[in-house]
């Protein structure tokens, strides 16, 4: 087993924030991408609250939802922190969490 250091990027927000009528979840991972990040993955919850205590959930045929949403970015150190001004940015609701953590290189 062969693993590596690294460091994550977890962003939570609203699946509503927009930035410019787009979702910010689309324009991050537009930046990861425009700077070769190794990946980034979008996470839509299915209920949660945040910073200002409101409720958002899923339910059964509700037409509009604002259900929160966690974007992870797991890359190397070099990387992270070329996307992260950039990143933070784009953020003006929510928490931007910064982590170390280990990369498991698997034979698949």
């Known amino acids: 087993?062969?693993?590596?250091?690294?460091?994550?990027?977890?962003?939570?927000?609203?699946?509503?924030?927009?930035?410019?009528?787009?979702?910010?979840?689309e324009i991050v991972m537009e930046v990861c991408y425009a700077n070769k990040a190794a990946g980034v993955s979008v996470f839509r919850g299915v209920a949660g609250y945040g910073g200002q205590r409101v409720f958002h959930t899923a339910k059964i045929l509700e037409l509009s939802t604002s259900l929160p949403v966690m974007i992870?970015?797991?890359?190397?150190?070099?990387?992270?922190?070329?996307?992260l001004p950039e990143i933070t940015a784009l953020i003006t609701k929510g928490l931007v969490?910064?982590?170390d953590t280990t990369i498991v290189e698997t034979n698949n």
């Not at 590596?4 to 699946?15: H, S, V």
């Not at 992870?72 to 996307?83: A, G, L």
Request: glycine letters at 2%.
């Open 1 to 25: 087993m062969k693993t590596r250091p690294a460091r994550k990027i977890t962003i939570y927000l609203d699946e509503t924030d927009k930035v410019k009528g787009k979702p910010v979840y």
């Open 72 to 83: 992870v970015i797991v890359d190397s150190e070099e990387t992270i922190n070329r996307v």
């Open 97 to 99: 969490e910064i982590s």
